[in-house]
């Protein structure tokens, strides 16, 4: 049976979507079944992986969640051996539909995703969900659907401050409608060892978190490359698979693959 994890944080450019592409793709390295659904109105991880999030109008994650198809019918094959869920501007409008559509076949708004891809965790070792920048209605489906959250932590002062109101939000979603959503891990990324901010901020979240919350050995340090790599549509481990950082997303892969072993 596998798992199911969103990767979410309210504040942009902390590096969602990179995660998703590169732990997937890390993941899928090492063996494992592995599906990616984009769950962001912006297509970015489509666009990560190389798939035109256009191409895919009318067969997108939107017409999945408000049951046109199933699932199965939007999944894409990728090179990568993941399968992704490739989203658009169409799921912008999801929200609207919620709205005059609360329930659907007894399935209330927040638990439609959860209704798509919990049936697939005997097929994937691994479900991972990318979201958008915000706690609306897309991110709130993504936590309900979710078992686990992996919370990428930019090391910056603002990200650090806006971790406890994160935190809230998990834990309204866990006290309202899902009880079985922990938190695998925080994952400090944006890191530039060079300057004593990074340090510092690194430094502060272990030792704030320490015996509450995980927070990854894995640090994913700042390069160019993790820009480069989504413009010829390729994860870090197949556009440098040489290079420090997708040895990171490695390394970050069987830390999440023995966090099963211990029972999470």
Same mark, same amino acid.
């Given at each position: 049976?596998?798992?199911?994890? !969103?990767?979410?944080?309210?504040?942009?450019? $902390?590096?969602?979507?990179?995660?998703? !592409?590169?732990?997937?793709?890390?993941?899928?390295?090492?063996? +494992?079944?592995?599906?990616?659904?984009?769950?962001?109105?912006?297509?970015?991880?489509?666009?990560?992986?190389?798939?035109?999030?256009?191409?895919?109008?009318?067969?997108?994650?939107?017409?999945?969640?408000?049951?046109?198809?199933?699932?199965?019918?939007?999944?894409?094959?990728?090179?990568?051996?993941?399968?992704?869920?490739?989203?658009?501007?169409?799921?912008?409008?999801?929200?609207? &539909?919620?709205?005059? &559509?609360?329930?659907? &076949?007894?399935?209330?708004?927040?638990?439609?995703?959860?209704?798509?891809?919990?049936?697939?965790?005997?097929?994937?070792?691994? $479900?991972?969900?990318?979201?958008?920048?915000?706690?609306? $209605?897309?991110?709130?489906?993504?936590?309900?659907?979710?078992?686990?959250?992996?919370?990428?932590?930019?090391?910056?002062?603002?990200?650090?401050?806006?971790?406890?109101?994160?935190?809230?939000?998990?834990? +309204?979603?866990?006290?309202?409608?899902?009880?079985?959503?922990?938190?695998?891990?925080?994952?400090?990324?944006?890191?530039?060892?060079?300057?004593?901010?990074?340090?510092?901020?690194?430094?502060?979240?272990?030792?704030?978190?320490?015996?509450?919350?995980?927070?990854?050995?894995?640090?994913?340090?700042?390069?160019? +490359?993790?820009?480069?790599?989504?413009?010829?549509?390729?994860?870090?481990?197949?556009? &440098?698979?040489?290079?420090?950082?997708?040895?990171?997303?490695? +390394?970050? !892969?069987?830390? $999440?693959?023995?966090?099963?072993?211990?029972?999470?």
């Amino acid at each position: 049976m596998g798992r199911i994890l !969103a990767v979410t944080n309210a504040k942009g450019g $902390v590096g969602k979507t990179s995660t998703v !592409a590169n732990l997937g793709a890390a993941l899928a390295l090492e063996g +494992k079944s592995v599906l990616l659904v984009d769950f962001d109105s912006q297509g970015s991880l489509t666009w990560h992986l190389g798939y035109d999030p256009d191409d895919y109008r009318g067969l997108s994650i939107y017409e999945a969640i408000i049951g046109k198809h199933q699932l199965p019918d939007s999944m894409i094959e990728t090179k990568y051996a993941v399968h992704l869920v490739p989203a658009n501007l169409d799921l912008s409008a999801v929200e609207l &539909d919620f709205l005059s &559509d609360f329930m659907t &076949d007894g399935v209330p708004w927040q638990s439609r995703l959860r209704q798509l891809v919990y049936d697939y965790k005997e097929y994937y070792d691994f $479900v991972l969900i990318d979201t958008g920048p915000s706690f609306g $209605v897309l991110t709130i489906n993504a936590l309900v659907a979710a078992e686990e959250v992996i919370i990428p932590l930019s090391c910056d002062y603002l990200s650090m401050r806006g971790l406890g109101q994160l935190m809230g939000v998990l834990r +309204k979603v866990k006290d309202r409608w899902n009880q079985e959503l922990t938190i695998a891990g925080v994952l400090a990324t944006m890191y530039d060892g060079r300057t004593k901010h990074s340090r510092e901020v690194l430094q502060e979240t272990r030792k704030a978190l320490a015996g509450k919350i995980l927070v990854f050995d894995t640090v994913i340090r700042k390069s160019v +490359k993790f820009q480069e790599a989504p413009l010829v549509g390729e994860p870090i481990t197949v556009y &440098d698979p040489g290079f420090w950082g997708s040895k990171s997303y490695r +390394k970050l !892969a069987q830390e $999440v693959i023995d966090l099963d072993k211990k029972g999470r």
